[in-house]
Structure formats: C-alpha cells, structure tokens
C-alpha cells in the first residue's frame, strides 16, 4: 500500500509541474476574456475532455510506438529529459507564454486542451513515468492533474484576484525550474541505463 501510495505521488508531482495549470491562467483568461459563463463552462468542458482523451490515448499506445521504431527507455529518457529541459528554460527566459488568435468554437480543445493542459512536456513526463511506474499509477496521477487545471479554469477570476498576474507568473517560472530539474534527473538515469546495458552486455 504505501509503495503504492509512493509510487502515485512520484507521477504526480512531476505531471502536477509539467501541466502548470496557474501557469497558463493568465492565457487562459485573456483567450476567454469577455466570455458568458454557459459558453466558458463548455470551453472548460471541452479542454478537460480534449486533454484527457489525448494524455491517456497517448498512454496507451505511445510505449507500443516507441518499440515499433526501435526506440529504447534509456533512449527516450534521454530525448524526453532533454526535450523537457528545452521547454522548461524557454518558459523561464520569455516573458510570457506565447498566445496566439484562435477559434473560439474549438478554443477548449486547442490550444486549452492541447497543448495549454496537455502539451510536449506532460506527453513526455508521462511516457517517462509510464517506464517506471506503470500505465495503472500513471493514469491515476494524470487524471487528477488534468481535472485539477479544469477546476483552476473555473475559479480563473477568483484565483487571479488572490494572486494576481505577477504571482501567476512567479508560480509558473517556479514550475519550470522544477520542470529543469526533473528533465536533468530523466537524461541522467537514461545515462545510466546506457552505462548498465553496456557493463552487463
């Protein structure tokens, strides 16, 4: 039970960093600025439900696809780590998150869904966990996240009033600096598994 237990708060945090629900708020609120509360319930809807389908589809098959090409765990540990390592300085160096025009009938689904909830860095997170803990704690810490920036979403103007633009930001460069390190902690243990597999080849 509590290896179990250890092993959900493992996946959890990591993806709790790479989602960045408080993050994305600012975007978030200047996308649906302006909005009635029935269409905003619905662009919420739509994101929770775009960014679920998307993180668990690619639970299911991304292991299957990366052994279809050939692909190792210490090889994605590696590319994923640094990919994520990429993604996380980027956010720390802009200003802000880049925003870009969009349709507000498929708003939810892109870019909130995917990539705002479910982006690079939580596919690669969760491919990552998936080699370590499992598709069953994966999901189970996946799930949680994606409705956890649902809820973020809804409460977007009172969360905003308590914290503000400034605090948003803080908190979002906070989670990209822990995202850093977890992406340097993944290349280091693909590392390791290149030193292992050869020393035991």
Known sequence: MEEGLRSFWLCFVPL???????????????????????????????????AAVVGMSFLVFGKAILELLGITVGDFMVAGGSLLFVISVSDLLRAEKVQRRVDPESLG????????????????????????????????ALIPNVL??????????????????????????????????????????????????RLSG
């Open 16 to 50: 709790f960093v790479a989602v960045d629900a408080i993050g994305v708020l600012p975007m978030f609120m200047s996308l649906t600025e302006g909005m009635e509360s029935p269409a905003l319930r619905r662009i919420i809807y739509q994101s929770v439900v775009t």
């Open 109 to 140: 689904a892109v870019p909130l869904g995917v990539p705002l909830i479910t982006g690079p860095a939580v596919l690669t997170t969760s491919i990552l966990l998936l080699n370590e803990h499992g598709i069953v704690v994966t999901a189970a």
């Open 148 to 197: 956890i920036a649902g809820i973020v979403f809804y409460f977007a103007e009172a969360i905003n009033r308590g914290i503000g633009n400034a605090g948003a930001k803080t908190a979002s460069k906070i989670a990209s600096l822990l995202l850093a390190a977890i992406a340097v902690m993944m290349v280091r243990k693909g590392v390791e598994s290149f030193i292992h597999g």
